[in-house]
């Protein structure tokens, strides 16, 4: 049974910013009751009349401030307020923290690179060894207890301190609190904060400050990817740091899902590779021939499943695309937390009609699949207009789009073909 998945119920706006300083007020000073001095001398010029003279102002007395400064220091007061107040809230959205790591602008808020750093025609994976290498690094976590009983792999994202890996590799740390380390290229090693983790995306990310030195890796497109082009995985296979294979694009869109039980099950719409990914290449960059990250290294195939366990590689790995990956990281960073689309239903995962479709076996009260009109025994076959095999493939296909978007179903109910359009939920996980 599954809810959006077995057993259970089932993108970024910079703040605006100022360019310069502040302008500084203009000062003025009150006009003169005397001619300027040196114009008239002692005498008026011939031919001219003098004009009476104003009597003297009196003085001041002596400790109090002339009536006229009042009206300025309010103006002066008014505009630093103003102008102080709109940077220094520039300031606070740009770099508040609720959390260590946090940023409430998401990816928009830090510094991440998207040109590719090779040409279009590159071909050599020495070119993007040679790129990804310093942005790749190694994850030590602690695992039921054991410090660095976890490893795997990452990239970094940006300048300011952020890394991306698998859930799996720090789920463990994350449970007991436990310490998680991040080891570049060189064997420095930085202390690192867990910012937020997905595990129904399988991504999580990481904050060092001490790896604010450190080379962004270039972010690029898995949708541009072609089935037999060249890609290149990075990471710290069975412990080996630094280590780089080679391979093609084996297929795209390829629904998978890992994970030993419902509760911990991540549904991924992979990219499928060839280049050899073993234990500890997970959360490591898939990369294009142009040296940008097209994917993160999630799961191997082993006989009889796909799973991110201890097995070795035969030849076919999975990746999560990046798209999806910019779209949890931005989540994660805004708020220490990712969310996922849900449509209130639970749906057969294997059965007479897989490959048919997905069998609808159970819609809760009040969700979106409810107040769409789905119904128990609905057999979906399509989803905007795409083919759903089977269960797991229509909860991948849910899975690849937003809370809050819309899509159209394409249903089969006693016999008859209908379009039913669901408003997608969301939960956090």
């Known amino acids: 049974m599954n809810e959006d998945e077995p057993g259970r119920a089932p993108g970024p706006q910079p703040a605006d910013g100022t360019d310069g300083e502040p302008t500084r007020p203009l000062s003025w000073m009150p006009p003169t009751s005397q001619p300027p001095p040196g114009q008239w001398a002692s005498f008026p010029p011939p031919g001219t009349q003098a004009l009476p003279v104003a009597p003297a102002r009196p003085a001041p007395p002596r400790g109090r401030v002339p009536g006229w400064i009042w009206p300025v220091v309010a103006v002066l007061a008014l505009v630093v307020g103003v102008v102080g107040g709109a940077v220094g809230g520039v300031a606070y959205e740009h770099f508040r923290t609720d959390n260590v790591g946090t940023v409430s602008s998401g990816l928009a808020g830090v510094d991440t690179v998207n040109a590719p750093p090779l040409a279009a025609d590159n071909g050599s994976v020495a070119a993007v060894a040679q790129e990804l290498l310093p942005s790749t690094v190694q994850i030590s976590a602690e695992y039921d207890g054991e410090k660095g009983g976890a490893t795997g792999s990452g990239f970094v994202l940006d300048r300011q301190g952020?890394?991306?890996?698998?859930?799996?590799?720090?789920?463990?740390?994350?449970?007991?609190?436990?310490?998680?380390?991040?080891?570049?290229?060189?064997?420095?090693?930085?202390?690192a904060t867990l910012v937020g983790r997905s595990p129904v995306y399988d991504l999580a990310v990481l904050y060092a400050a001490g790896a604010k030195g450190l080379k962004p890796a270039s972010l690029g497109s898995s949708q541009q990817l072609r089935v037999g082009e060249g890609v290149v995985?990075?990471?710290?296979?069975?412990?080996?740091?630094?280590?780089?294979?080679?391979?093609?694009?084996?297929?795209?869109?390829?629904?998978?899902?890992?994970?030993?039980?419902?509760?911990?099950?991540?549904?991924?719409?992979?990219?499928?590779?060839?280049?050899?990914?073993?234990?500890?290449?997970?959360?490591?960059?898939?990369?294009?021939?142009?040296?940008?990250?097209?994917?993160?290294?999630?799961?191997?195939?082993?006989?009889?499943?796909?799973?991110?366990?201890?097995?070795?590689?035969?030849?076919?790995?999975?990746?999560?695309?990046?798209?999806?990956?910019?779209?949890?990281?931005?989540?994660?960073?805004?708020?220490?937390?990712?969310?996922?689309?849900?449509?209130?239903?639970?749906?057969?995962?294997?059965?007479?009609?897989?490959?048919?479709?997905?069998?609808?076996d159970e819609v809760l009260s009040g969700t979106p699949a409810d107040k769409s009109g789905l119904e128990k025994g609905d057999l979906i076959t399509a989803v905007n207009g795409e083919r759903v095999s089977d269960g797991i493939a229509l909860i991948v296909s849910i899975r690849s789009h937003q809370p809050g978007e819309r899509l159209r179903f394409t249903v089969v109910r006693d016999g008859k073909e209908r379009t039913i359009e669901v408003k997608l939920g969301s939960e956090v996980g």
């Open 162 to 191: 952020h890394v991306i890996t698998n859930n799996h590799v720090v789920a463990s740390a994350a449970s007991d609190d436990g310490p998680i380390e991040i080891v570049d290229q060189d064997g420095n090693r930085y202390e």
């Open 233 to 360: 995985a990075f990471g710290s296979p069975l412990g080996l740091s630094s280590t780089v294979t080679a391979g093609i694009v084996s297929a795209l869109h390829r629904p998978v899902t890992t994970g030993d039980s419902a509760n911990d099950s991540s549904y991924i719409n992979a990219v499928q590779t060839d280049a050899a990914i073993n234990p500890g290449n997970s959360g490591g960059p898939l990369v294009n021939l142009r040296g940008q990250v097209v994917g993160v290294n999630s799961a191997i195939a082993t006989t009889g499943s796909s799973t991110s366990g201890e097995s070795g590689n035969i030849g076919v790995g999975f990746a999560i695309p990046i798209e999806q990956v910019k779209v949890t990281a931005d989540q994660i960073l805004r708020t220490g937390e990712a969310r996922y689309p849900v449509i209130g239903a639970k749906v057969q995962t294997g059965g007479q009609d897989e490959g048919k479709g997905a069998v609808i």
